[in-house]
């Protein structure tokens, strides 16, 4: 299986920046995606981008976030400026599914990383 590992999750305070790093075990070819978790309610998606760089954040995270990759690195990242309370969650990054050389592999989800912003 595909594993994916989370780095740079930590506290900050309102206001500060955290950058969230994601690094896969094989070549990236799927749409690369961050979501969040916080207490008590369901994941919900902050960010996708697609092999060529084509990214979308959701509008909560609008002007503060941005989302990359890198395909040699086999990496994503999520840049997270401007920080809120409200941005206190569990981050998973997600790899969605693929075929290399004729292997499957499916989706794919990291362990998460914790971001807690204080006011």
């Known amino acids: 299986q595909v594993q994916l590992v989370e780095s740079g999750g930590g506290s900050a305070q309102a206001g500060g920046s955290l950058t969230l790093s994601c690094a896969a075990s094989i070549d990236v070819f799927s749409i690369m995606a961050w979501y969040r978790q916080a207490p008590g309610k369901q994941r919900e998606l902050v960010a996708t981008?697609?092999?060529?760089?084509?990214?979308y954040v959701v509008d909560s995270v609008k002007g503060r976030f941005t989302i990359s990759r890198d395909n040699i690195k086999r990496t994503a990242t999520l840049q997270m400026d401007h920080l809120l309370p409200e941005d206190t969650a569990v981050y998973y990054c997600?790899?969605?599914?693929?075929?290399?050389?004729?292997?499957?592999?499916?989706?794919?989800w990291g362990q998460g990383t914790q971001v807690t912003v204080s006011s």
């Open positions: 997600n790899l969605g599914k693929q075929a290399i050389n004729g292997k499957w592999y499916e989706e794919s």
């Open positions: 981008i697609n092999r060529d760089g084509a990214a």
